[in-house]
C-alpha cells in the first residue's frame, strides 16, 4: 500500500504509522479540538468583555462629570463620546471575529481527527485516498483563516483600547480646558 505512486509522501509516511499511532493521533486531534473550543472562548470573552464596559461604561458615565467642572468644553466632549462609541463597536467587533477564530481553529483539529481516521481506512482499502487528501487540505485552510481572523480580533481589540485610552485623555481635557 505504502509503494502506490499516487499518493502523496506525506500520506504514504502516515501510512506507515501503526493503528495504535494513529488511534493516538485521532484521540489527541478531539482532545485539542475540545479543549480550544472551551478555553479560548472563555479567555477572549472575558477580555473582550472588559473592553465592552470600559468603553460603554464611559459614555453613560461621562454626563455624571459635568458636576466635577463649572466650565466643560462641550465641543471636545463629542470627540471623546465618538471615541468610546468606536471603542465599544471595535470591542463588539472583535468579540466576534474572536468566535470565529476560535471556531476554526477547532475545525482544524476536526479535519486533522477526520484526517487520521481515512488515514486509518486507507490502510484497509485504497479507496480513501482522495478523501484524506481533501482533509488534509481542509486542515491547512482552516489554518490560514484561523490566523487571518485571530490577527484581524487582535487589530479590533487594540482599536478598542486606544480608543478607550485617547478618549479618557480627551474627556479629561474637555472638562479641565487649560
Known amino acids: 500500500m505504502s509503494n502506490d ?4 509522501p506525506e500520506i504514504t509516511a502516515d501510512l506507515e504509522l501503526t493503528d495504535d499511532e494513529l488511534n493516538t493521533r485521532i484521540d489527541s486531534s478531539e482532545r485539542w479540538r475540545q479543549h480550544i473550543a472551551s478555553g479560548a472562548w472563555t479567555f477572549a470573552n472575558d477580555g473582550i468583555k472588559s473592553l465592552i ?4 461604561g464611559t459614555v453613560v458615565a461621562l454626563p455624571a462629570l459635568k458636576g466635577l467642572s463649572d466650565s466643560p468644553n ?3 466632549l463629542w470627540l471623546t463620546v465618538f471615541l468610546f462609541l468606536l471603542g465599544l463597536i471595535s470591542a463588539t467587533v472583535a468579540q466576534f471575529l474572536a468566535y470565529f477564530a476560535m471556531s476554526s481553529g477547532a475545525y482544524i483539529h476536526l479535519h ?3 484526517y ?3 488515514i486509518k481506512e486507507l490502510k484497509r ?3 480513501q485516498a482522495a478523501t484524506a487528501q481533501n482533509y488534509k487540505q481542509l486542515q491547512f485552510n482552516r489554518e490560514r483563516m484561523t490566523a487571518i481572523q485571530e490577527v484581524t480580533t487582535l487589530s479590533f481589540a487594540a482599536i478598542s483600547l486606544i480608543c478607550f485610552i485617547i478618549g479618557g485623555f480627551t474627556g479629561v481635557a474637555s472638562f479641565y480646558p487649560s
Open 112 to 114: 486533522g481527527g477526520r
Open 74 to 76: 462641550f465641543s471636545e
Open 116 to 118: 487520521w481516521k481515512t
Open 5 to 8: 505512486p499516487t499518493l502523496p
Open 125 to 127: 482499502s485504497n479507496s
Open 53 to 56: 464596559y470600559l468603553n460603554g
